[in-house]
Structures are given as C-alpha cells and as structure tokens.
C-alpha cells in the first residue's frame, strides 16, 4: 500500500509556471510507473504525464509536450511535474498515481491515487 500525497497547486496567470510535487509514503515507488492526471469542471480525468521509477523513462500527453516536465528524487522518494508556459485550458484538478499501466499509446491508472491539487490558469 501506498499512499500518495500532493502539494503545489495554486493560481498564476498564462504563460507562468508551477511544480507540483506527489510524495510517497508506507512504502517508496519501487518499480512503478508514477503518472499524473488532470480533470477539467464537467471533463473527464486525462492522462499528462508519467515516469518509470526505476529507470527513469518519460511519456507525454500532447497536449502537453514540451511545457510540462516530470522528474523524480529518489533521495525524497517524490515525483514533480514542473509545468511551464501555463494555458487557461490547463486550469483543472491534478492527480497523482501510482502503478500506471502502459501499453504503447495505451495508458490505464493504477489503484493509487492521491487526493488532488488545483491548478488554475487566469487569462
């Protein structure tokens, strides 16, 4: 069991940046692959972001390529998406998750989820 805490949402103007942060804790990430999701008011929850932990692979959405960046410290056992040139469309709650499922261009969320953080774009 892992539990998966978020920090660093908040409110910036277009084009800013924030870094969200997703911190394990009950056990490290180990071999899994760590993502991050998003829902919009009245979307569904989609896919932005992963990373292998073990050996340090990326994946993007398109939507979001080239502005966000994910990361990982091992030391901190914590995963960061440092997300750049923020758009209005990108306001929505992020979700951190644990033991993401990848197949290709096929991704599937594992069972861990954390609880959510805002991010809000203004224009």
């Known amino acids: 069991q892992v539990e998966l805490i978020e920090s660093g949402g908040g409110l910036v103007q277009a084009g800013g940046s924030l870094r969200l942060s997703c911190a394990a804790s009950?056990?490290?990430?180990?071999?899994?692959?760590v993502g991050w999701f998003r829902q919009a008011p009245g979307k569904e929850r989609e896919f932005v972001a992963l990373?292998?932990?073990?050996?340090?692979?990326?994946y993007y959405a398109d939507s979001v390529k080239g502005r966000f960046t994910i990361s990982r410290d091992y030391a901190k056992n914590t995963v960061y998406l440092q997300m750049n040139n923020l758009e209005p469309e990108d306001t929505a709650v992020y979700y951190c998750?644990?033991?993401?499922?990848?197949?290709?261009?096929?991704?599937?969320?594992?069972?861990?989820w954390g609880q959510g953080t805002q991010v809000t774009v203004s224009s």
């Open positions: 998750n644990a033991d993401v499922g990848r197949l290709g261009v096929l991704i599937a969320p594992g069972d861990y």
């Open positions: 009950g056990r490290t990430f180990s071999s899994y692959i």
């Open positions: 990373i292998h932990w073990s050996g340090g692979s990326t």
